[in-house]
């Protein structure tokens, strides 16, 4: 927040304006969550890529402008190169993050022009505001990293990118969700051009949220159901402050920042708490285009839910992806890690791969307990057990792997549990009964 605000003022002070004001507050929070400062190569990566971001995103907010079906198609393939390029590994996949993430603001105020004083050309603003956050996020976090307030940044080891068989039948998971998120962005745009002109913005706003990093058809309508109620509790919140602090004015920017704040700080407890806080400083950001906000902000909500709606289905009948398939595939990458880290033919055995395998299933956990709540009364197969499961083994199994223990009882459970992910129906108790070996290792080697 500190490199957004530096950059914020620093915008300001190159091209007055909201547009530009925006864009750096944007970039700052998009940088940070890609981490590509963490390292030479990355901050190269970020001064090449960032700039070019800035072009496009002001080049594609004249078109939505000026030629609105025009920029909605050019939106509409940046949205979906920026997905599909996940597929070519790390590199191209911060790549497209980059992409996709400042595009964000074209939804909130397509029609502000970048403005530029002195000698400074307009088209240049983006380039100096891309610039000026890579140097902002880069020298906070390493002052954050030597004052021991971040820890040490990390070089991930760049693995070699595997190649996935590809049929016009069935496109790998990344086509797939392009292309779910190319469908749902072109039928918001229509819906939005058609029968909302002025204010089609939040329709596709809301839209690419909920498909954005899609972990199947579960997750979106998890995602899409904390959104809604997220930007309810927004909506009032910051109907309530325009109409008491009005809606133009320094009072109105200190509220947007300290909304963005609360919604980064606060989003790993809940994506619900991250919807609210956004729409929150979205709805103010609002008052800026001289709009009376009581007059906007209902319709908004109205906007909200159809795109929800409309990423649903886009999710659940356009080339879905079985929220299921995607936990099981997760699970069967933990319980390889884990077979790997007890391996005794291995020479060096950590557990970080397996920690790090069910770090990735708990991110599937809060959709599929959800799910749990609604459905436990008629379903009794409930794969939030399986979660629940799998998480109880990681401490002990982390503390089997320190002692550099190889127990044969342990492993032959890790084998029954990779051999029952091909039957759901068996697949909770042979977790349990790997966890029951890892707990009871300790009473039979002290025995």
Known sequence: MLAAIATLLCALAIAPGPGPAVLAVVLCLSLSRSHLDRDLRGRIEAAIALPVVGLVAVGVGILLHRVPWLGAFVFVAGMFVSIWLRRFGPMARRAGSLIALPFVVLLTTPHVRAASIGAIPAPIVPVLIALLALLWVSALHALARRLRFLPPARVAERPPVISER??????????????????????????????????WAWIVL???????????????VYKSMLRVLGAAAGTVIALVFTVHLGSHDSSTVALILVAIFLGVWLRPLGYAWWALFVTLALALLQGFSGTSAPLVLW????????????????????????????????????????ADA???????????????????????????????LATRSFQALQP??????????????????????????VRRAVG???????????????????????????LLVTT
Request: with cysteine.
């Open 166 to 199: 590809e049929s016009s039948m069935r496109p790998v998971a990344s086509t797939r969700m392009a292309i779910q998120m190319a469908v749902a962005l072109t039928v918001s745009f229509i819906v939005g051009y058609v029968f909302f002109a002025e204010r």
């Open 206 to 220: 809301t839209a690419f949220i909920v498909i954005s990093g899609n972990r199947g058809r579960l997750d979106v």
């Open 299 to 338: 319709p908004r909500l109205e906007e909200i839910v159809i795109g929800a709606v409309i990423g649903i289905l886009s999710a659940w009948f356009v080339l879905p992806v079985r929220s299921t398939a995607v936990l099981r595939r997760r699970l069967a990458d933990a319980l390889a890690a884990l």
């Open 342 to 372: 007890l391996d005794p033919a291995q020479p060096v055995r950590t557990p970080a791969g397996f920690v790090a395998a069910v770090a990735a299933v708990e991110q599937l956990a809060p959709a599929f307990r959800a799910s749990r």
């Open 384 to 409: 939030a057990d399986w979660v629940d499961a799998l998480v109880a083994c990681r401490d002990p199994a982390i503390a089997l792997i320190h002692k550099s223990e190889t127990p044969g009882a």
């Open 416 to 442: 029954a549990a990779r051999k029952s992910m091909r039957e759901p129906g068996e697949l909770l108790t042979a977790l349990q009964n790997l966890h029951r070996a890892l707990v009871e290792q300790p």
